[in-house]
């Protein structure tokens, strides 16, 4: 089962815009991550958050976590064409292992 | 220094026949993982090593599916006989450890199944 979910699925943006993704989440976390992935290859790990951050910054990429919501949102400044992708938040709680969300397909039109 | 190696990239089989896949982890990482992802969705989690023990395999479908990582660096899964409805990305990723750290993907083999 998967406990993200991502809004909206899908996001189409003209270069320059900001691109903003939000993820939901059901239980108490210990961090959340976000993973990007471009067509017909495997993630890459662009941040994570700890449950006792508020926010994090790194390069045009900015998270937010807010644990009373159950909710995280990822920011991308000044969008380029390389930055279309597919998203994906995943959360870690406890032992378990990370447990990914649907995704939400970015497209930045140059 | 080399990300995580998977082969093949792409599989077309009929159904019922067997398939295997590889994957080769960052070195020193002790936790291998393999996931299915369908089209649109992300990534489930099949099974989770720490070195060659299998810790956490609840969503492997044992009927058809087994894995091993039997020296607790590389690892294969196999699928015998493959359905219809296998058909699907197979992601290997690795970690230094399980606790929640940040996970490397290899690029996924794409299997087809006619």
């Known amino acids: 089962s998967q406990q993200g979910e991502e809004d909206p699925q899908a996001l189409s943006i003209q270069e320059g815009e900001n691109a903003t993704m939000n993820c939901s989440y059901k239980t108490s976390i210990n961090n959340l991550q976000w993973y990007r992935q471009n067509s017909g290859r495997g993630l890459v790990h662009l941040i994570l958050?700890?449950?006792?951050?508020r926010e994090k910054h790194s390069g045009r990429l900015r998270v937010t976590l807010d644990t009373s919501k159950k909710s995280s949102s990822l920011l991308i400044t000044a969008s380029r064409a390389a930055d279309t992708a597919s998203y994906f938040c995943a959360s870690h709680s406890g032992n378990t292992p990370l447990v990914f969300g649907k995704g939400t397909r970015l497209s930045v039109i140059a | 220094e080399a990300g995580v190696v998977q082969s093949p990239r792409y599989k077309i089989i009929e159904k019922k026949q067997p398939v295997a896949f590889w994957c080769n982890p960052i070195?020193?990482?002790?936790?291998l993982y393999w996931y299915l992802q369908n089209l649109g969705q992300g990534p489930e989690l099949l099974i989770r090593?720490?070195?060659?023990?299998?810790?956490?395999d609840s969503q492997l479908p044992k009927d058809r599916f087994s894995a091993e990582r039997l020296k607790g660096v590389d690892s294969t899964l196999k699928i015998q006989p493959a359905e219809l409805g296998d058909s699907a990305v197979y992601l290997c990723?690795?970690?230094?450890?399980?606790?929640?750290?940040?996970?490397?993907f290899g690029p996924g083999t794409r299997l087809t199944v006619l």
């Open positions: 958050i700890r449950s006792n951050e």
């Open positions: 090593y720490e070195n060659e023990e299998a810790v956490d």
């Open positions: 990723a690795s970690s230094p450890n399980s606790g929640g750290s940040e996970q490397f």
């Open positions: 070195s020193g990482h002790n936790t």
